[in-house]
């Protein structure tokens, strides 16, 4: 059983810095590629950010040049650093990752999500 598990969220003022880190557990062959969505309140879930197995990031434009993603390939890991957070960031971040099991199959995978909340 293949499980997601967020962390880092929480309550940051504006201008502020958070880290949201995911860790993929489980049995699989690979991992493809990792990502970060979010959904704000009354408002459909999007992209924030992707990185591929091999390390080629994709931004949304709201977040580039404040928000890096990065992973550990050996630790089944994908990180978000937010920085300069606005309040319009403020919404459910989602990790997701695509998973190739043994075999052919490949299935896509979410976290439970975590709040980051940005306010004074």
């Given at each position: 059983?293949?499980?997601?598990?967020?962390?880092?969220?929480?309550?940051?003022?504006?201008?502020?810095?958070?880290?949201?880190?995911?860790?993929?557990?489980?049995?699989?062959?690979?991992?493809?590629?990792?990502?970060?969505?979010?959904?704000?309140?009354?408002?459909?879930?999007?992209?924030?950010?992707?990185?591929?197995?091999?390390?080629?990031?994709?931004?949304?434009?709201?977040?580039?040049?404040?928000?890096?993603?990065?992973?550990?390939?050996?630790?089944?890991?994908?990180?978000?650093?937010?920085?300069?957070?606005?309040?319009?960031?403020?919404?459910v971040?989602?990790?997701?990752?695509?998973?190739?099991h043994?075999?052919?199959?490949?299935?896509?995978?979410?976290?439970?999500?975590?709040?980051?909340?940005?306010?004074?």
């Open positions: 059983q293949v499980r997601l598990v967020e962390s880092g969220g929480g309550l940051v003022q504006p201008g502020g810095s958070l880290r949201l880190s995911c860790a993929a557990s489980g049995t699989f062959r690979a991992i493809y590629t990792m990502g970060w969505h979010r959904q704000a309140p009354g408002k459909q879930r999007e992209l924030v950010a992707t990185i591929s197995s091999g390390g080629n990031t994709n931004y949304a434009d709201s977040v580039k040049g404040r928000f890096t993603i990065s992973r550990d390939n050996a630790k089944n890991t994908v990180i978000l650093q937010m920085n300069s957070l606005k309040p319009e960031d403020t919404a971040y989602y990790c997701n990752a695509d998973i190739r043994f075999g052919a199959r490949r299935d896509d995978y979410w976290g439970q999500g975590t709040q980051v909340t940005v306010s004074s």
